[in-house]
T-cell receptor
C-alpha cells in the first residue's frame, strides 16, 4: 500500500539554525500539507501546497517557514531560524484532491519528524 | 469556539469489549467531512474512517464504525471487539467544504486492558 514517507525521523538542532524536513508524498497525490503537533497538544495545520504554490496557510506559518517541491517526488518544509517553540512533531500529508470534493479528499499522513530545538 | 470537541481525555476498556469514543463538531458549512485518526505511541497518524456530511449511511471500515448523528453534530467512533493493539490516542477531525486544512480535536487516549 502506498504511503507518505518522511526524513529524518528525529532532528535535533540548535536555536537559530536552519532545518529542512523532507517528505515524499504518495505518488499520484497532487495536494500536500504540513501539520505540527507540539508535545501533548493537538495537531495544527501549517500549510497546504498545490501546483507548485501555497494554497492555504495558517497564522503559525510565518516568514520563518517555507515549503518547496524541488523535484517530482519530494516536498520540503524549511524553518529558517529555529526557535525553542518550534520543537514539535511535524507531519507531512498528501491527498488526491482538495476540499472541493470532501468525499474523496482523505489526507494520508506520514510517520512524522520529531524536531527538537535546543 | 472549539470546532471539534472530544470530551474523554482518557478511557480504559477491557479487551474484546466494544468502545465508543465521543466527538462533537461545530460548523455552519453544509458540506464537510469528518475523520478519525489513530496515533499509537510510535507517533504516526493512521487514517481510520471518513464520513461525508451528505452520506446517508454511517461509515464502516472493518471493526471501526462511525455513529454519525447530523442533527446533534456528533460523530462518535465505535470500535468493536477491542484488541490490545487498539491502545493509542484517537483524534476526531473535520474538514469544511472548500478548506484545505483538517481541524483536529484534542484526542482521547484509549487503553485496552488484558
Amino acid at each position: 500500500e502506498p504511503e507518505v514517507t518522511q526524513t529524518p525521523s528525529h532532528q535535533v538542532t540548535q536555536m537559530g539554525q536552519e532545518v529542512i524536513l523532507r517528505c515524499v508524498p504518495i505518488s499520484n497525490h497532487l495536494y500536500f500539507y504540513w501539520y505540527r503537533q507540539i508535545l501533548g497538544q493537538k495537531v495544527e495545520f501549517l500549510v497546504s501546497f498545490y501546483n507548485n504554490e501555497i494554497s492555504e496557510k495558517s497564522e503559525i506559518f510565518d516568514d520563518q517557514f517555507s515549503v518547496e517541491r524541488p523535484d517530482g517526488s519530494n516536498f520540503t518544509l524549511k524553518i529558517r531560524s529555529t526557535k525553542l517553540e518550534d520543537s514539535a512533531m511535524y507531519f507531512c500529508a498528501s491527498s488526491e484532491s482538495d476540499g472541493d470534493r470532501v468525499e474523496a479528499d482523505t489526507q494520508y499522513f506520514g510517520p512524522g519528524t520529531r524536531l527538537t530545538v535546543l | 469556539a472549539q470546532k471539534i470537541t472530544q470530551t474523554q481525555p482518557g478511557m480504559f476498556v477491557q479487551e474484546k469489549e466494544a468502545v465508543t469514543l465521543d466527538c462533537t463538531y461545530d460548523t455552519s458549512d453544509p458540506s464537510y467531512g469528518l475523520f478519525w485518526y489513530k496515533q499509537p505511541s510510535s507517533g504516526e497518524m493512521i487514517f481510520l474512517i471518513y464520513q461525508g456530511s451528505y452520506d446517508q449511511q454511517n461509515a464502516t471500515e472493518g471493526r471501526y464504525s462511525l455513529n454519525f448523528q447530523k442533527a446533534r453534530k456528533s460523530a462518535n467512533l465505535v470500535i468493536s471487539a477491542s484488541q490490545l493493539g487498539d491502545s493509542a490516542m484517537y483524534f476526531c477531525a473535520m474538514r469544511e467544504g472548500g478548506d484545505d486544512k483538517i481541524i483536529f480535536g484534542k484526542g482521547t487516549r484509549l487503553h485496552i486492558l488484558p
